[in-house]
Antibody
Framework: QVQLQESGPGLVKPSETLALSCTVSGDSVSSSSYYWSWIRQSPGKGLEWIGYVSDSGSTNYNPSLKSRVTISVDTSKNQFSLRLSSVTAADSAVYYC????????????????WGQGTQVIVSS | YVLTQPPSVSVAPGKTARITCGGTNIRSYSVHWYQQKPGQAPVLVIYYDSDRPSGIPERFSGSNSGNTATLTISKVDAGDEADYYCQVWDFSSDHYVFGTGTKVTVL
């Protein structure tokens, strides 16, 4: 059973880059068929999918954040990471890493494993 | 693609809670549901419209028809008080979409 753990600074200054990592245990980040995602939740708000990186290294991002987001894999550390540039107070949120591993032939995808989340505040 | 949920649902203990998730022709998507308790990460409670992961009580069930998917919680107890989110995967864009979320209050 895969387990995920987020890490990174809890405070980021406006206009700087938010950088978080998600450490994967229980399997390799390069194992086949995984999609490694980042999801955030602003205070008192709903869930917002940010984007994913796949086991092959391909990425896909939420159009609302695409110009500022980079998600990548570090196989040496068995981690995947999120970078969000030019942050503002609106980017303050709890950030979750999550994964799905769709079976061959399935027609939909969902998140069956989540990290505990890490809170990030954007403030000077 | 937009998924709309009622902001809140209130239910008495022992009764049935129904949480809706509206979207244009949502029946053409598979709908998944998550439960999120305060300060915790979401937990998958229903996938593929009506399947339950292991460990999820049979009291949780789901359906999907027309423009509305529904999560039903029967014999509600205080432990079911949480926020619930629906989610679909948009095949054409390869994007995940969450609903607006519903807070379930047990009276």
């Amino acid at each position: 059973q895969v387990q995920l753990q987020e890490s990174g600074p809890g405070l980021v200054k406006p206009s700087e880059t938010l950088a978080l990592s998600c450490t994967v245990s229980g399997d390799s980040v390069s194992s086949s068929s995984y999609y490694w995602s980042w999801i955030r939740q602003s205070p008192g708000k709903g869930l917002e999918w940010i984007g994913y990186v796949s086991d092959s290294g391909s990425t896909n991002y939420n159009p609302s954040l695409k110009s500022r987001v980079t998600i990548s894999v570090d196989t040496s550390k068995n981690q995947f990471s999120l970078r969000l540039s030019s942050v503002t107070a609106a980017d303050s949120a709890v950030y979750y890493c999550a994964t799905d591993r769709p079976e061959v032939g399935t027609t939909s995808r969902f998140f069956d494993t989540w990290g505990q989340g890490t809170q990030v505040i954007v403030s000077s | 693609y937009v998924l709309t949920q009622p902001p809140s649902v209130s239910v008495a203990p022992g009764k049935t809670a129904r949480i809706t998730c509206g979207g244009t022709n949502i029946r053409s998507y598979s709908v998944h549901w998550y439960q999120q308790k305060p300060g915790q990460a979401p937990v998958l409670v229903i996938y593929y419209d009506s399947d339950r992961p292991s460990g999820i009580p049979e009291r949780f069930s789901g359906s999907n028809s027309g423009n509305t998917a529904t999560l039903t919680i029967s014999k509600v107890d205080a432990g079911d008080e949480a926020d619930y989110y629906c989610q679909v995967w948009d095949f054409s864009s390869d994007h995940y979409v969450f609903g607006t979320g519903t807070k379930v209050t047990v009276l």
